[in-house]
T-cell receptor, first 112, second 115 residues
Framework: AQSVSQHNHHVILSEAASLELGCNYS??????LFWYVQYPGQHLQLLLK??????LVKGIKGFEAEFIKSKFSFNLRKPSVQWSDTAEYFC??????????FGAGTTVTVRA | DADVTQTPRNRITKTGKRIMLECSQT?????MYWYRQDPGLGLRLIYY???????NKGEISDGYSVSRQAQAKFSLSLESAIPNQTALYFC??????????????FGPGTRLTVL
């Protein structure tokens, strides 16, 4: 079965701390990888995506993610978070069946 | 994203009622999707449509039906609502381009409560 796992359900950190959110998937074929963010009361927005090429991709608002094929992982990072990064973050994986599979999401709370 | 709109934004209904959630898009995309979001479960796909004549079940289609009235419109119906269908429902669109699965663009969501 295809699945997407996000390791942390809730992360709490202070402003200026570094953030890393884990995402692993179980699928042996070609994948397209995404991170979406959902700010409180808003809809999902794309943070970044990986299709091919350089496995380190940069997105909006200072986020980046690294695809490690051998580990089936696509972890999201930000060196220094801000209060405005408080949100829920979803990893999503597109596989050969043309659909996206989402992880359960990680709630990030940044304390001022 | 204002290009994908959903109506209503909030709805409270009673068990057994028929409910329709509507989605419209001005992005010109062929592919449209309906998801439900539940705490701790992320987004789960209910139905998807790759063009007006193509409708496919997702992973949790039981209790739901859809209609693709036009390229721009994709409606989700709950024939007889039950309390465990209380959730946040999202519509999304995508344009495949050269990728197998490309970026999906989400509407603002409909919060449905079934009493």
């Amino acid at each position: 079965a295809q699945s997407v796992s996000q390791h942390n359900h809730h992360v709490i950190l202070s402003e200026a701390a570094s953030l890393e959110l884990g995402c692993n998937y179980s699928y042996g074929g070609t994948v397209n990888l995404f991170w979406y963010v959902q700010y409180p009361g808003q809809h999902l927005q794309l943070l970044l995506k990986y299709f091919s090429g350089d496995p380190l991709v940069k997105g909006i608002k200072g986020f980046e993610a690294e695809f490690i094929k051998s580990k089936f992982s696509f972890n999201l990072r930000k060196p220094s978070v801000q209060w405005s990064d408080t949100a829920e973050y979803f990893c999503a994986v597109g596989m050969d069946d043309y659909k996206l599979s989402f992880g359960a999401g990680t709630t990030v709370t940044v304390r001022a | 994203d204002a290009d994908v709109t959903q109506t209503p934004r909030n709805r409270i209904t009673k068990t057994g009622k028929r409910i329709m959630l509507e989605c419209s898009q001005t992005k010109g995309h062929d592919r449209m999707y309906w998801y439900r979001q539940d705490p701790g479960l992320g987004l789960r796909l209910i139905y998807y449509s790759f063009d007006v004549k193509d409708i496919n079940k997702g992973e949790i289609s039981d209790g739901y039906s859809v209609s693709r009235q036009a390229q721009a419109k994709f409606s989700l119906s709950l024939e007889s609502a039950i309390p465990n269908q209380t959730a946040l429902y999202f519509c999304a669109t995508s344009d495949p381009g050269l990728a197998v699965t490309d970026t999906q663009y989400f509407g603002p969501g409909t919060r449905l409560t079934v009493l």
